[in-house]
Nanobody, 122 residues
Framework: VQLQASGGGLVQAGGSPRLSCAAS????????VGWFRQAPGKEREFVAA????????YYADSVKGRFTISRNNAERTVYLQMNSLKPEDTAAYYC????????????????WGQGTQITVSS
């Protein structure tokens, strides 16, 4: 599975960009997908995850209520709608896919996109 993340850029605090993660697999609906982020000098951290059908989602406390993960299996794409951005959301954002159930652990994911940078200016 190849994943292509896009939608990053320079955003003002309070902005609402949407990240996309496009997958190559025709069986994309068999994969749970997670978003992770990594800021300079910090470890990669979990942001959000969505089940194969899209019926279940899970969020890190730091983004709960501000970010929304969704997916369109027909288009083989997962989205991360980001609202009310804060400077501390600045990071490279990665999408990842796992053939199975969703997880908050990055070690559970077998396939990773290249990352897209979000920089939030105050």
């Amino acid at each position: 599975v190849q994943l292509q993340a896009s939608g990053g850029g320079l955003v003002q605090a309070g902005g609402s960009p949407r990240l996309s993660c496009a997958a190559s697999a025709r069986t994309f609906s068999n994969y749970a997908v997670g978003w992770f982020r990594q800021a300079p000098g910090k470890e990669r951290e979990f942001v959000a995850a969505i089940s194969r059908s899209g019926g279940s989602t899970y969020y890190a406390d730091s983004v709960k209520g501000r970010f929304t993960i969704s997916r369109n299996n027909a288009e083989r794409t997962v989205y991360l709608q980001m609202n009310s951005l804060k400077p501390e959301d600045t990071a490279a954002y990665y999408c990842a896919a796992d053939f199975g159930i969703m997880s908050t652990r990055h070690s559970s994911y077998d396939y990773w996109g290249q990352g897209t940078q979000i920089t939030v200016s105050s």
